[in-house]
Protein backbone atom coordinates (compact mmCIF):
# COMPACT_ATOMS: atom_id res chain seq x y z
CA UNK A 1 0.00 0.00 0.00
CA UNK A 2 1.63 3.39 -1.24
CA UNK A 3 1.55 6.14 1.06
CA UNK A 4 -0.08 9.08 -0.46
CA UNK A 5 1.88 12.10 -0.26
CA UNK A 6 -0.38 15.23 1.13
CA UNK A 7 2.42 18.31 1.04
CA UNK A 8 0.75 21.46 -1.29
CA UNK A 9 3.65 24.03 -1.71
CA UNK A 10 0.85 26.60 -1.37
CA UNK A 11 -0.29 25.90 1.72
CA UNK A 12 3.31 25.80 3.04
CA UNK A 13 3.93 29.24 1.84
CA UNK A 14 0.31 30.50 3.39
CA UNK A 15 1.13 29.00 6.74
CA UNK A 16 4.73 30.38 6.65
CA UNK A 17 3.61 33.60 5.76
CA UNK A 18 0.85 33.63 8.15
CA UNK A 19 3.30 32.94 11.28
CA UNK A 20 5.68 35.72 9.92
CA UNK A 21 1.98 38.28 10.16
CA UNK A 22 0.70 36.76 13.12
CA UNK A 23 4.48 36.64 15.22
CA UNK A 24 4.66 40.41 13.88
CA UNK A 25 1.15 41.22 14.99
CA UNK A 26 1.69 39.73 18.52
CA UNK A 27 4.40 42.05 19.14
CA UNK A 28 2.55 44.89 17.58
CA UNK A 29 -0.01 44.32 20.34
CA UNK A 30 2.23 44.02 22.86
CA UNK A 31 4.48 46.86 22.56
CA UNK A 32 1.55 49.02 20.87
CA UNK A 33 4.64 50.55 18.75
CA UNK A 34 6.10 49.66 14.93
CA UNK A 35 9.96 49.27 14.45
CA UNK A 36 12.57 48.17 11.74
CA UNK A 37 12.05 44.48 12.70
CA UNK A 38 8.21 44.35 13.25
CA UNK A 39 7.97 46.17 9.43
CA UNK A 40 10.47 43.61 7.97
CA UNK A 41 8.37 40.65 8.74
CA UNK A 42 5.31 41.83 8.45
CA UNK A 43 6.90 42.86 4.60
CA UNK A 44 8.31 39.64 4.21
CA UNK A 45 4.71 37.65 5.67
CA UNK A 46 2.90 39.47 3.26
CA UNK A 47 5.06 39.21 0.56
CA UNK A 48 5.33 35.44 1.17
CA UNK A 49 1.39 35.43 1.88
CA UNK A 50 0.14 36.70 -1.23
CA UNK A 51 2.32 34.80 -3.93
CA UNK A 52 -0.06 31.46 -3.43
CA UNK A 53 -3.17 33.32 -1.64
CA UNK A 54 -5.07 33.27 -4.76
CA UNK A 55 -4.37 29.62 -5.30
CA UNK A 56 -5.06 28.54 -1.51
CA UNK A 57 -8.15 29.77 -1.75
CA UNK A 58 -8.72 27.91 -5.24
CA UNK A 59 -9.39 31.39 -7.04
CA UNK A 60 -6.40 30.23 -9.94
CA UNK A 61 -7.91 31.30 -13.50
CA UNK A 62 -8.27 27.83 -14.31
CA UNK A 63 -10.32 26.49 -12.03
CA UNK A 64 -9.16 22.62 -10.61
CA UNK A 65 -11.69 22.24 -7.86
CA UNK A 66 -14.75 24.15 -7.42
CA UNK A 67 -15.42 22.65 -3.84
CA UNK A 68 -11.84 24.65 -2.93
CA UNK A 69 -13.06 27.70 -4.76
CA UNK A 70 -16.16 27.20 -2.39
CA UNK A 71 -14.38 26.89 0.98
CA UNK A 72 -12.02 29.41 0.20
CA UNK A 73 -14.91 32.19 -0.32
CA UNK A 74 -16.63 30.91 2.17
CA UNK A 75 -13.61 31.14 5.11
CA UNK A 76 -12.30 34.43 3.73
CA UNK A 77 -15.98 35.90 3.80
CA UNK A 78 -16.38 34.69 7.25
CA UNK A 79 -12.56 36.16 8.16
CA UNK A 80 -13.98 39.62 6.95
CA UNK A 81 -16.97 39.60 9.29
CA UNK A 82 -15.53 38.16 12.87
CA UNK A 83 -12.59 40.72 12.21
CA UNK A 84 -14.91 43.55 11.17
CA UNK A 85 -17.19 42.73 14.39
CA UNK A 86 -13.95 42.17 16.86
CA UNK A 87 -12.52 45.54 15.56
CA UNK A 88 -16.01 46.86 16.60
CA UNK A 89 -15.86 45.67 19.59
CA UNK A 90 -12.62 46.56 20.61
CA UNK A 91 -13.54 50.24 19.28
CA UNK A 92 -16.43 50.23 21.66
CA UNK A 93 -15.24 48.49 24.90
CA UNK A 94 -12.02 51.34 24.37
CA UNK A 95 -14.19 54.42 24.30
CA UNK A 96 -16.55 52.47 27.09
CA UNK A 97 -13.54 51.76 29.39
CA UNK A 98 -11.80 55.28 28.81
CA UNK A 99 -8.61 53.36 27.33
CA UNK A 100 -8.03 54.38 23.49
CA UNK A 101 -6.08 51.46 21.47
CA UNK A 102 -3.79 52.43 19.36
CA UNK A 103 -2.76 52.39 15.75
CA UNK A 104 -0.10 49.77 16.12
CA UNK A 105 -2.21 47.94 18.61
CA UNK A 106 -5.20 47.71 16.55
CA UNK A 107 -3.05 47.15 12.91
CA UNK A 108 -1.74 43.77 15.21
CA UNK A 109 -5.23 42.69 16.54
CA UNK A 110 -6.55 42.98 12.90
CA UNK A 111 -3.80 40.96 11.13
CA UNK A 112 -3.83 38.47 14.19
CA UNK A 113 -7.91 37.84 13.91
CA UNK A 114 -8.24 37.67 10.50
CA UNK A 115 -5.48 35.42 10.09
CA UNK A 116 -6.42 33.14 12.28
CA UNK A 117 -9.86 33.08 11.28
CA UNK A 118 -9.58 32.46 7.78
CA UNK A 119 -6.70 29.80 8.45
CA UNK A 120 -9.00 27.89 11.22
CA UNK A 121 -12.38 28.20 8.75
CA UNK A 122 -10.86 26.86 6.13
CA UNK A 123 -8.97 23.97 7.35
CA UNK A 124 -12.36 23.09 9.68
CA UNK A 125 -14.08 23.44 6.08
CA UNK A 126 -11.20 21.02 4.37
CA UNK A 127 -11.65 18.46 6.90
CA UNK A 128 -14.96 18.40 7.26
CA UNK A 129 -15.86 16.91 3.53
CA UNK A 130 -18.49 17.46 1.64
CA UNK A 131 -19.58 20.88 0.92
CA UNK A 132 -23.29 22.01 0.36
Known sequence: MAVKNNFNGYNATIWIGSAFLMVSSI???IGKTMNDYLSVGMLLGVM???TSFLQYI????PAKDERIRKIGTIS???SWYITLVFICFLLITGYWSGVPRTPAE???VTIFVMLSSMLGINTYLNMKGDME
Do not use: A, D, P, V
Not at 58 to 61: H, I, N, T, W
Open 27 to 29: FLM
Open 48 to 50: IFM
Open 58 to 61: GMEK
Open 76 to 78: TTY
Open 106 to 108: LLG
